[in-house]
């Protein structure tokens, strides 16, 4: 008999285990004399707290490809790598604009429509080839151009949901150009204001709202801007049941193009923690607008488009799957939303890979496949501790 001491951690299926080193004296006979099955049977001794185990050589079988290993894959889909080259070139040029256009409402010059409409075609054009290249840009950490990279992210996703819902392209056209502007009105505002993460003082409050108000002012200089598009930006911040700001307008006073804004603009700024929001996962960003829209703030016809556009896992969310792996959604599976491409950073005693491990859970046969368990907070405490469960600008 062949028996040698190992970490548990180096197990794998197929291995015969004698016993298990442990303080506990209470395991149970189910934790000597066994074959290890699965990926999920080393994570429950892990789980267990056994960190290392005696196996016998002669007893353990040759290891077989395991069923979820039939899943692993070297990166996203080849259309998706390739989509994400355009489209870091239309946030490029979109943040380019965006910043003109801020430079421009600084000096008091009008901007011009034709300044826009290049952008928000390029925009539409990359949603409609492979939406999941724009929604992984704006997902990612960001470091710094705060407002340009959230103009940037709720014209994209903005354009997505108007789609989902059927809006003509002329009418999606007038929404991507309110999402280049519509925050034009902070040029005015204290600069601290845009980063804070916590909740606006009252006397924040009254300075915050009035920056639809500047926008407003600011595009109405322009000549030919249409006046459906000052009037989305006007109305940006406004809810359902007239709790919103500045003009407190309800139900039907409300454009509905600017209804799709103010609720894509509320994830974003969650989801990044700006405006004076908390930063929350997009899972959790998600349940609060739901709560929004059974509360009458916003329509519930906007949150089932969303939801469909960003996934059961949306795009860079940090996933605990079935074996105790941690990692990151890099790619949605439209066919099969719960079994998204996920590259898993931690293994299942929360070590870090040196090479992160590709699966596409959709890929997988077998009842040993990986499956995702849940959605985590990366911020949690001990969930991510070496900062590596998100997404930064320029990966890709």
């Given at each position: 008999?062949?028996?040698?001491?190992i970490h548990t951690t180096d197990l794998k299926p197929g291995m015969f285990v004698v016993k298990v080193s442990s303080e506990s004296l209470s395991l149970p006979q189910s934790f000597q004399n066994f074959h290890i099955k699965s990926k999920s049977d080393i994570a429950r001794l892990i789980k267990a707290?056994?960190?290392?185990?005696?196996?016998?050589?002669?007893?353990?079988?040759?290891?077989?490809?395991?069923?979820?290993?039939?899943?692993?894959?070297?990166?996203?889909?080849?259309?998706?790598?390739?989509?994400?080259?355009?489209?870091?070139?239309?946030?490029?040029?979109?943040?380019?604009?965006?910043?003109?256009?801020?430079?421009?409402?600084?000096?008091?010059?009008?901007?011009?429509?034709?300044?826009?409409?290049?952008?928000?075609?390029?925009?539409?054009?990359?949603?409609?080839?492979?939406?999941?290249?724009?929604?992984?840009?704006?997902?990612?950490?960001?470091?710094?151009?705060?407002?340009?990279?959230?103009?940037?992210?709720?014209?994209?996703?903005?354009?997505?949901?108007?789609?989902?819902?059927?809006?003509?392209?002329?009418?999606?056209?007038?929404?991507?150009?309110?999402?280049?502007?519509?925050?034009?009105?902070?040029?005015?505002?204290?600069?601290?204001?845009?980063?804070?993460?916590?909740?606006?003082?009252?006397?924040?409050?009254?300075?915050?709202?009035?920056?639809?108000?500047?926008?407003?002012?600011?595009?109405?200089?322009?000549?030919?801007?249409?006046?459906?598009?000052?009037?989305?930006i006007k109305e940006h911040h406004e809810f359902l049941d007239g709790t919103g700001y500045p003009h407190k307008l309800k139900g039907d006073q409300i454009s509905e193009l600017a209804h799709i804004l103010c609720v894509v603009d509320y994830y974003d700024a969650m989801v990044h923690g700006f405006m004076?929001?908390?930063?929350?996962?997009?899972?959790?960003?998600?349940?609060?607008?739901?709560?929004?829209?059974?509360?009458?703030?916003?329509?519930?016809?906007?949150?089932?488009?969303?939801?469909?556009?960003?996934?059961?896992?949306?795009?860079?969310?940090?996933?605990?799957?079935?074996?105790?792996?941690?990692?990151?959604?890099?790619?949605?599976?439209?066919?099969?939303?719960?079994?998204?491409?996920?590259?898993?950073?931690?293994?299942?005693?929360?070590?870090?890979?040196?090479?992160?491990?590709?699966?596409?859970?959709?890929?997988?046969?077998?009842?040993?496949?990986?499956?995702?368990?849940?959605?985590?907070?990366?911020?949690?405490?001990?969930?991510?501790?070496?900062?590596?469960?998100?997404?930064?600008?320029?990966?890709?």
């Open positions: 008999m062949s028996v040698r001491k707290q056994i960190k290392t185990v005696y196996v016998d050589d002669s007893k353990s079988k040759e290891e077989k490809p395991v069923a979820s290993a039939a899943g692993i894959v070297s990166g996203p889909s080849k259309e998706l790598k390739q989509e994400l080259q355009v489209a870091q070139k239309v946030q490029e040029k979109a943040k380019e604009t965006i910043n003109k256009v801020m430079d421009m409402a600084l000096q008091d010059q009008p901007v011009e429509a034709k300044m826009l409409t290049p952008v928000v075609n390029q925009t539409f054009e990359s949603l409609t080839r492979n939406d999941q290249a724009l929604l992984t840009l704006m997902h990612m950490k960001r470091h710094g151009q705060v407002l340009l990279s959230h103009a940037f992210s709720v014209l994209s996703l903005a354009t997505a949901v108007a789609n989902r819902l059927k809006y003509s392209y002329e009418e999606i056209e007038l929404l991507g150009m309110a999402a280049m502007m519509y925050d034009v009105g902070w040029v005015r505002m204290p600069a601290n204001l845009v980063s804070k993460d916590k909740p606006y003082t009252e006397k924040e409050l009254k300075l915050v709202h009035q920056h639809p108000i500047f926008s407003e002012t600011i595009t109405k200089k322009s000549e030919d801007l249409p006046e459906e598009v000052i009037r989305i004076g929001y908390q930063g929350r996962t997009p899972n959790a960003a998600l349940k609060v607008l739901y709560k929004a829209s059974q509360e009458g703030k916003i329509d519930n016809k906007i949150i089932v488009p969303l939801v469909h556009v960003l996934g059961v896992y949306p795009l860079t969310s940090a996933v605990q799957l079935n074996t105790g792996e941690r990692g990151i959604v890099i790619e949605m599976n439209r066919k099969s939303p719960v079994n998204p491409t996920v590259k898993i950073c931690y293994d299942p005693s929360i070590k870090p890979l040196i090479k992160p491990i590709i699966v596409n859970l959709a890929a997988q046969e077998g009842d040993d496949s990986r499956k995702i368990e849940g959605i985590i907070d990366p911020n949690a405490e001990g969930i991510d501790p070496f900062k590596i469960l998100k997404m930064d600008e320029g990966e890709g």
